[in-house]
C-alpha cells in the first residue's frame, strides 16, 4: 500500500517499488505457468484435468520458491548492508583518528621548523 506524506502526496519511490514488486511477481506467475506447461506437455497420458492441476500445483511452487529465494537474498542483502555499514563506521573511525593525530603532531613541528625564518 502506498504511503502519503503530511501534504497528501504520494510517495513516488514507494509506489514505483510497489508496481516493480507487482510486475516481479506477474512475470515469475507466467514463468511459472510457462514451465508448468512445458512439463505436462511431455506426459502425454495425463488428462486434461490432471494437466490443469498439475500445472496450476506447479506453478504454484515455483512462485512458493521464487518467494523463499527473494526473502533468502533480502535477508542477506540486510545483513551485507549492516556488516559494511559497520566497516565504514570503524575505517571513517580510524581516518579521522589518523587525521587529527597528523594535524596534532604536524602542527607543533611546523611552528618549530617556520620560527626562525620569522626573525
Excluded at 86 to 106: D, E, G, M, N, S
Aim: net charge positive.
Amino acid at each position: 500500500m502506498t504511503t502519503r506524506d503530511d501534504d497528501g502526496q504520494v510517495d513516488v519511490t514507494t509506489l514505483v517499488n510497489e508496481i516493480q514488486g507487482h510486475l516481479l511477481i506477474a512475470a515469475t506467475r507466467q514463468e511459472g505457468q510457462e514451465a508448468a506447461a512445458r512439463f505436462t506437455a511431455r506426459l502425454d497420458w495425463l488428462t486434461s484435468g490432471q494437466r490443469a492441476e498439475l500445472e496450476r500445483q506447479f506453478a504454484a511452487e515455483h512462485l512458493a520458491l521464487a518467494g523463499a529465494s527473494w526473502q533468502r537474498t533480502a535477508a542477506r542483502s540486510a545483513e551485507l548492508r549492516a556488516e559494511y555499514e559497520a566497516r565504514y563506521r570503524r575505517l571513517k573511525r580510524r581516518l579521522t583518528a589518523a587525521c587529527l593525530t597528523f594535524a596534532a603532531t604536524t602542527a607543533p613541528l611546523l611552528v618549530l621548523v617556520l620560527a626562525p625564518l620569522r626573525r
